[in-house]
């Protein structure tokens, strides 16, 4: 199936307007987090975490809402397991026990008719939370040290593995700020926890398979267009791949929207963050990648020139 029989978009002549609007997410998403902060999760920030059990089934956002003012803040409630059951976190002061009370108690007032049983109590502690928030750093660097080598050795050009690089670390900066920017405002947990951190692994897998897509066509065109213009064989490349990669990302999209309407509270972070890098990483694909590949290799033929 093809939604663009014989597509000619230029799309290297759009990448100053798309320079633009890079510049302003990117800039707003730094901003963002140098002056709010990351919105750590209690795995990365350490804290307590509790499993309870109700006979009948609760509302996870009626008891955030109730939790909120005993607790000195807003904790982390999602469903587990079942609608009769909660995973609670939180980073409230005191003993584990003490804590555990004044959320039974609370419970308690919220659903007197209900029986409530304390399944799991744990206590996230500094140091692991320090050790899982460089573990997560981590494997996110290590994941775009290896792109950036697979693709210098598969298409033999730094500037092919330093645009694709950059346009990954566009997509992953551009939700993380997104994600601090809304912090505040948004009925669903967007901290920071583990889950989100395959997220942006994942985020990362998809804006690279695009890519990668592209970039292939480019060497093929390369081969067979010998004499073209670089700069219009990257037009050609991303015209040839068009309908593929709007196919792609629709079905996708259509696949993590329904997944965040329908998933449940646990999947909501998750979701949303996937649905902002399907659209990123097409975007970044076609007018970020290719025009920053476009730019280095003139740089580079420069270079080679003096």
């Not at 000619?8 to 990117?26: C, E, P, Q, R, T």
């Not at 109590?121 to 994941?143: H, K």
């Not at 730094?158 to 900066?173: E, N, P, T």
């Not at 970039?215 to 093929?220: A, K, P």
Request: no cysteine.
């Amino acid at each position: 199936m093809r939604w663009f029989e014989s597509p000619s978009f230029d799309f290297i002549k759009m990448h100053n307007i798309a320079y633009v609007v890079s510049g302003v997410l990117v800039v707003m998403s730094i901003v963002a987090i140098a002056t709010m902060g990351l919105n750590y999760g209690i795995d990365f920030r350490g804290g307590k975490e509790y499993v309870f059990e109700f006979d009948n089934p609760v509302n996870v956002v009626d008891i955030r809402s109730e939790l909120t003012q005993p607790l000195d803040g807003a904790p982390e409630i999602k469903l587990f397991g079942s609608t009769r059951e909660i995973l609670l976190r939180t980073d409230a002061e005191g003993e584990v026990s003490d804590v555990r009370d004044i959320i039974l108690s609370t419970l308690a007032t919220m659903y007197p008719d209900y029986t409530v049983t304390v399944q799991k109590t744990d206590l996230v502690g500094p140091r692991f939370a320090e050790d899982l928030r460089q573990g997560a750093m981590y494997s996110i660097i290590f994941a775009l040290a290896v792109v950036f080598i697979y693709i210098f050795i598969r298409f033999k050009g730094w500037y092919f593995s330093a645009g694709a690089i950059a346009a990954l670390a566009h997509d992953v900066l551009i939700v993380l700020g997104i994600f601090t920017i809304m912090a505040d405002f948004v009925p669903f947990d967007v901290s920071i926890d583990q889950a989100l951190i395959a997220a942006f692994l994942t985020i990362v897998g998809y804006s690279l398979n695009d890519t990668v897509v592209v970039f292939d066509r480019i060497r093929e065109n390369s081969i067979i267009y010998k004499t073209m213009n670089f700069t219009d064989m990257i037009n050609k490349s991303l015209n040839d791949t068009l309908s593929r990669t709007v196919i792609t990302s629709v079905t996708t999209l259509f696949v993590v929207t329904v997944l965040f309407i329908f998933g449940g509270e646990v999947l909501k972070g998750f979701a949303f963050a996937l649905v902002l890098g399907v659209i990123l990483g097409t975007y970044s694909s076609l007018f970020v990648a290719s025009a920053l590949v476009v730019e280095f290799q003139k740089r580079a033929m420069k270079a080679k020139a003096k």
